[in-house]
């Protein structure tokens, strides 16, 4: 059974700091992996898609990797502003059109 | 374009009673996805459809889940006889995933959720 980790579980940044968060999966059949910000009482907003064939895709000050065969990837997030406050999750999926396998995510304070 | 809508947003409910979770995907998208956030807990794959089919209902958490998709659009997620402890924060994904085939077309977008409460 896949499982994701995501460490830290939490961080607190000033603003301005470049920062990365790190995502674990166990099983390196995935066939996409994706982040996904959730600020509270909302739902998730995708951030990136990385298909299992990429290594790195980006959008903006956000870079997600793909390391397929060790199972990691890793967000990082370039010169932090208070707005990216949020918690950040890490999903991978076996197929296309499977359900995603998330993990508990990172909540992330960046102080202004 | 408009999002994933979800309704109810809140939904409280006595223990026992049915309730009915509706989802409303982006327009054009086949694929279809239910997850529940429980307090404390990740979120957790229920079931897909692609088109009105779910191929896999091993996720959904008991007999007393059901869900349907009708006209390849809208899903309603169905719990009976509720109990506390399906409290959870109920969201809906949809995507082209089975359709195109291409990037992004794999992407899900969620709508807000509806926030299930079973006293």
């Known amino acids: 059974k896949q499982e994701v980790t995501q460490i830290p579980a939490a961080l607190s940044v000033p603003e301005g700091e470049n920062l990365v968060l790190n995502c674990s999966f166990t099983d390196s059949a995935i066939y996409n992996l994706q982040w996904f910000r959730q600020d509270p009482g909302k739902g998730l907003t995708s951030l990136l898609l990385i298909q299992s064939s990429q290594r790195e895709q980006t959008s903006g000050r956000l870079n997600a990797s793909l390391d397929k065969s060790s199972g990691r990837s890793t967000l990082y997030i370039a010169a932090s502003q208070p707005g990216d406050s949020a918690t950040y999750l890490c999903?991978?999926?076996?197929?296309?059109?499977?359900?995603?396998?998330f993990g508990k995510g990172t909540h992330l304070i960046i102080q202004p | 374009g408009a999002g994933v809508s979800q309704s109810p947003s809140n939904k409280v409910t006595e223990k026992g009673k049915d309730v009915e979770l509706r989802c409303d995907p982006i327009s054009g998208h086949t694929a279809l996805y239910w997850y529940r956030q429980s307090l404390g807990q990740g979120l957790e794959f229920l079931i897909y459809?692609?088109?009105?089919?779910?191929?896999?209902k091993s996720g959904l958490p008991s007999d007393r889940f059901s869900a349907e998709r009708t006209g390849g659009s809208v899903s309603t997620l169905t719990i009976q006889r509720t109990q506390q402890e399906d409290s959870a924060v109920y969201l809906c994904?949809?995507?082209?995933?089975?359709?195109?085939?291409?990037?992004?077309?794999?992407?899900?977008?969620f709508g807000p959720g509806t926030r299930l409460t079973v006293l």
């Open positions: 994904a949809s995507s082209q995933a089975g359709t195109s085939g291409l990037t992004p077309g794999d992407t899900q977008y």
């Open positions: 459809f692609q088109g009105n089919s779910a191929p896999d």
């Open positions: 999903a991978v999926s076996p197929q296309a059109t499977d359900g995603l396998t």
